[in-house]
């Protein structure tokens, strides 16, 4: 099993810059893809952002990119969502995921979730 932590979520302006962070314990080794997602209300969760295991390849929905960046640090078995440029649609919580196995980088299919960070973008 691999647990996943969300944090640095938060209220911004329009405009601003927010960096999330996202801890994995657990059996860790056997992480593939990480990614992260976002649901905002009345909406279905979407995924933003997808870095496989090396940090070589990336994935961007086309709502952020240019945006964001999605790194890892395989040493500190974390993932960041730099997040610049806010606008009030990004609002939304903010889900880390995990996945076990090897699948098409912009493929919606994980294996493991966090509890979620609230980002709040005000206008």
């Known amino acids: 099993q691999v647990q996943l932590v969300e944090s640095g979520g938060g209220l911004v302006q329009a405009g601003g810059s927010l960096r999330l962070s996202c801890a994995a314990s657990?059996?860790?080794?056997?992480?593939?893809?990480m990614g992260w997602f976002r649901q905002a209300p009345g909406k279905e969760r979407e995924l933003v952002a997808a870095i496989n295991w090396s940090g070589l390849s990336t994935y961007y929905a086309d709502s952020v990119k240019g945006r964001f960046t999605i790194s890892r640090d395989n040493a500190k078995n974390t993932v960041y969502l730099q997040m610049n440029s806010l606008k009030p649609e990004d609002t939304a919580i903010y889900y880390c995921?995990?996945?076990?196995?090897?699948?098409?980088?912009?493929?919606?299919?994980?294996?493991?979730w966090g509890q979620g960070t609230q980002v709040t973008v005000s206008s």
């Open positions: 995921a995990a996945r076990d196995r090897l699948d098409e980088l912009g493929s919606p299919e994980y294996d493991y």
């Open positions: 657990g059996r860790t080794s056997r992480i593939y893809d």
